[in-house]
Structures are given as structure tokens and as C-alpha cells.
């Protein structure tokens, strides 16, 4: 597959970049895979292992990055987020251009071993208040919780300019338009 190509979408926790993701997959789900992330966090209400999420104890986690098994991981939020290798064979297999929903942290890592095949876009909430907001209606952290990741999201907002594009994500359809755009522009789709 000569023309691999991987999209790495980036926000902060509560910026819609799952939303987004799950649009795009919809309207192209012949032309994208979505790498399953692994993760040591606890699984949520409704979330599906081997499906939404790897999910693995710390300990797994450890003897999976001694065996270099991922192509990038980071720990977030006191847990470990990691896109094992295997993934990216698993879109190669496909002919699918892989997406990767990561951080900043992980966007680093993957530049500097895929550079040259690699698209990178930051979703931005249109305020911080909606960016709150967004955080609190998903009932699924305890304030304490969410604390922590208005913390860490104002070092991802910072971190953001080390992307090819961002996106404000304030109306969906309006964000969805700009993405496609930008990935007609950078070859990703054809139509």
C-alpha cells in the first residue's frame, strides 16, 4: 500500500473528537479504519472491549511497552493510552487510511517515526465555557475528575499549534464540511 496514509485527530477530553470521528467513519466507511486504542483505565457504562477500547491492568500495559508492542503511548489522566502496533497492520490489511485518535503526547511520538505519512488535526471547543459544559453533560467523571482535565487540556490547547490544521468544532455540520476539506485537500478521499 504505497499511498498509506495516517490521520491523527486530536482535542481536548469533551472537544467532540469521538462525535467527529464516528461522523467521518459513517459518511467513508470504506476508506477508513479507526485503531482501537489500549488503555489501563477502568471501562465506562455501555463501552465494549476489543471494540471501543483494549482495555489491560497496568501490569499488562508494562510488559506490552517492554515488548514494544505499541507504536505510541502516553499516560493521561493517571492512566496509560496506547495504539498497539498491531492496528496499524490491521488498516494496511484493510486498504484503509488509519485513523488514530490520540493526544498531543502521541502525535509526537508518531511524528517522529511516520512523519511523512501523517495528517494531523486538532479539534477546538469554540470556548472554554462550552468546553465545561460539554465535560459536564457526559456524566461519566466526578468533578475532582474533571478538574483534572480542564488541567491537562489547557496544555493539549497549547500543544494544538504543533498540528497541520485546527478545527474549531462549535457546529458539527460545520466542522464536518471543513474536515472533508481538508482531507480532499491532503488526498485522503477522492469524492
Known sequence: MKDFKILVISSVSGGGKNTVIKELLNTY???????????????????????????????????????????????????????????????????????????????????????????????KPPSESVWIERLKKRNTDSE???????QEGKKELEASKEYDYIVVNDDLSICIKELIEILHKENFIKN
Open 29 to 123: 466507511p470504506n476508506d477508513f479504519y479507526l485503531a482501537i486504542t489500549a488503555t489501563t483505565r477502568p471501562k465506562r457504562l455501555g463501552e465494549v472491549p476489543n471494540r471501543d477500547y483494549y482495555f489491560f491492568s497496568k501490569e499488562e500495559f508494562t510488559k506490552m511497552i517492554q515488548e514494544n508492542q505499541f507504536l505510541e503511548y502516553a499516560e493521561v489522566h493517571g492512566n496509560y493510552y496506547g495504539i498497539p502496533i498491531s492496528e496499524l497492520e490491521k488498516s494496511k490489511t484493510l486498504n484503509k487510511k488509519l485513523i488514530l485518535n490520540i493526544d498531543y503526547q502521541g502525535l509526537r511520538t508518531i511524528k517522529g517515526k511516520l512523519k511523512e505519512k501523517i495528517t494531523s488535526i486538532f479539534l
Open 144 to 150: 475532582e475528575a474533571i478538574q483534572i482535565r480542564l
